[in-house]
């Protein structure tokens, strides 16, 4: 694996064994038709709306990536996009040390990971307040935690506590791969490499929070952690920490794209929001949708809304 142009191998995001997805996406009348829901095909977003766009804010798994990796679309509409002058941060639940080839490589602002709690950053910004040197990195990165040390500290050895009982407790389950690389949240593991049923992801969840957790399902794990960072507030958190500026006073000007339940504050919240058509798979699960979704899935599907702001 090449830093920048795949994964180690994770395989997220599949439809349930069986067959193919069965919230599948159909189209009717210039709208797309999840089951009961309904979200507007991506190319009926106006193209005043579409000009103001400055940023570009994306999820990660199953959003730009296609089978666990990048596709080469994908990397190149990443690309496209900071040449023509966006500002461009990725927002993840997977962990800061897996992140870390992919901040140092992409063409991104930053990688915002574990669900808002840390971002990684060009190390020209290291002077600022919080941020630390990450070495050996293909491009000079630094880290910037919301949490001070002594907060994560405290929470890192609670939620070691809440992952040893959901390991002890409900046979079958276990923590991401990924996990050694997670500083401010757990994850369980339900449908990168293992499958999880819809009760024992429920059941997780209701553990998690009966431990005064956050918690949320990604397209591949179910997240946990301590404090009041979630996707949604480390967008906020970014955009101070880099431009100087208030997103909610802004927040015409950029666009929010992913794929899963842990999307749907910021589908919730940016009027500019697209899911990639695999968010089928989620809707009935959703309580905010998407405004736009593409006709692609995830890299694809990317590539398809950078195409509508670029052309």
Not at 63 to 74: H, K, Q, S, V
Not at 193 to 202: G, N, P, R, V, Y
Not at 250 to 262: A, H, K, Q
Request: proline share 5%; aromatic share 8%.
């Amino acid at each position: 694996m090449s830093p920048g142009t795949g994964f180690a191998g994770p395989k997220g995001g599949r439809p349930p064994s069986g067959g193919s997805d069965p919230h599948a996406v159909g189209e009717r009348g210039g709208h797309i038709q999840c089951e009961n829901f309904t979200m507007q095909e991506l190319n009926t977003w106006p193209d005043s709306q579409r000009r103001r766009i400055t940023g570009v804010f994306t999820d990660i798994d199953d959003t730009l990536t296609t089978e666990g990796e990048i596709t080469p679309d994908a990397l190149e509409a990443l690309g496209e996009l900071k040449a023509a002058g966006f500002k461009v941060v990725a927002i993840t639940g997977r962990p800061v040390g897996w992140s870390e080839p992919f901040a140092a490589s992409w063409p991104v602002d930053a990688i915002v990971a574990e669900n808002g709690a840390v971002a990684l950053v060009p190390q020209s910004l290291e002077h600022q307040k919080g941020l630390q040197p990450i070495q050996d990195m293909g491009r000079p990165l630094s880290k910037l935690y919301q949490q001070d040390a002594a907060t994560r500290a405290a929470n890192f050895a609670r939620m070691q506590a809440v992952l040893a009982r959901i390991e002890r407790e409900m046979p079958g389950v276990a923590r991401a791969t990924d996990s050694p690389g997670r500083e401010t949240d757990i994850a369980i593991d339900h449908s990168e490499f293992a499958h999880l049923s819809d009760a024992q992801i429920a059941a997780v969840v209701a553990l998690m929070k009966s431990e005064g957790m956050h918690a949320t399902v990604s397209s591949i794990h179910i997240n946990g952690w301590y404090g009041g960072h979630n996707k949604l507030e480390g967008a906020r958190w970014i955009v101070r920490q880099l431009w100087q500026r208030d997103l909610d006073a802004e927040m015409d000007r950029w666009v929010y794209v992913g794929d899963s339940t842990n999307d749907q504050l910021m589908f919730k919240t940016f009027a500019n929001s697209v899911g990639v058509a695999n968010i089928a798979r989620f809707v009935p699960q959703l309580a905010h949708l998407p405004r736009y979704v593409t006709h692609g899935e995830r890299g694809a599907g990317f590539t398809e809304v950078v195409r509508a702001l670029l052309d």
